[in-house]
């Protein structure tokens, strides 16, 4: 059996054994762990309202949130942190500050194996995927790649939970998911990571897949979080090698950083 054969049925084993789980617990709101309807959406109405969106203005290639700086009217402004992005990552756009209620999603999502989120939260990110496809020029164009796990923290796991939210969002016009990218092995959790670590922890760490080309296409690269930008820039340069021309990042939550040049995020905001 291939490698990739083998990432897929462990992929497909890691769904299934979550899915049974989801079944034998208690259908809970993850974030206050109230009751909620099993037909309804996993976060109960009050955390839905709780979900903290990201401040605007904000930086309008990377979503950083501005703060106080003032955008003047119909002004594009940059935040400066992402000035070091290579030219093929346009843009990146999430819809919620990593922090409070949607920490805790992202959270029950990777590390309590809740695949039950996906699809609620990939409704949430459905905007910010279309603005992103938009700001690529090629919005029917545009796949989605979901960032990869290495082998062995998708056997860990059981699921890659940037796929989950990836193949929810096809289901919101959006894609076709193309799984363009895997991870070479090395390297360690970015979690934890600040600035520089973070960047050398990815840096040549994605490659295209095999055989695979993508004859000059645009491509948004899917994850759960974005902290420094990191993990994004490292999957667009390998889908640059692999023939994208342009390609936009997307996300669940986005992390707030100190707009003093310290791309680290704050000790509250990490994952």
């Not at 208690?26 to 309804?40: F, I, K, N, W």
């Not at 076709?176 to 040549?204: K, T």
């Not at 990042?249 to 100190?258: E, K, Q, Y």
Request: glycine share 10%; charged share 20%.
């Amino acid at each position: 059996m291939s490698v990739i054969a083998r990432q897929s049925a462990l992929g497909r084993l890691g769904r299934t054994a979550a899915a049974a789980f989801d079944a034998l617990v208690p259908v809970a709101c993850v974030g206050c762990r109230r009751g909620v309807e099993p037909a309804g959406a996993p976060l109960c109405g009050l955390c839905r309202s709780r979900q903290p969106r990201l401040p605007v203005p904000r930086c309008t290639r990377c979503a950083q949130p501005l703060g106080n700086i003032a955008a003047a009217a119909g002004e594009r402004v940059r935040c400066g942190t992402c000035e070091s992005w290579p030219e093929v990552l346009v843009a990146a756009d999430a819809p919620f500050a990593f922090d409070g209620v949607a920490a805790r999603t992202v959270r029950a999502l990777k590390y309590d194996r809740w695949v039950a989120l996906a699809p609620y939260m990939a409704a949430s990110m459905a905007a910010a995927a279309e603005s992103v496809a938009n700001r690529l020029g090629a919005r029917d164009a545009a796949c989605l790649v979901p960032v990869p796990l290495a082998p062995a923290r998708l056997q860990e796991r059981g699921f890659n939970q940037a796929e989950e939210l990836a193949r929810a969002l096809v289901a919101h016009g959006l894609g076709p998911l193309r799984p363009a990218l895997e991870r070479r092995p090395g390297g360690g959790r970015q979690a934890g990571l600040r600035g520089a670590l973070r960047r050398a922890n990815v840096q040549g760490r994605f490659q295209p897949r095999a055989g695979f080309d993508a004859e000059g296409g645009v491509a948004i690269v899917v994850d759960d979080v974005l902290t420094t930008g990191a993990t994004a820039v490292a999957c667009a340069e390998a889908l640059a090698e692999a023939g994208f021309r342009r390609v936009a990042a997307v996300s669940f939550a986005r992390t707030l950083r100190p707009l003093d040049g310290d791309p680290s995020p704050t000790r509250a905001s990490r994952p």
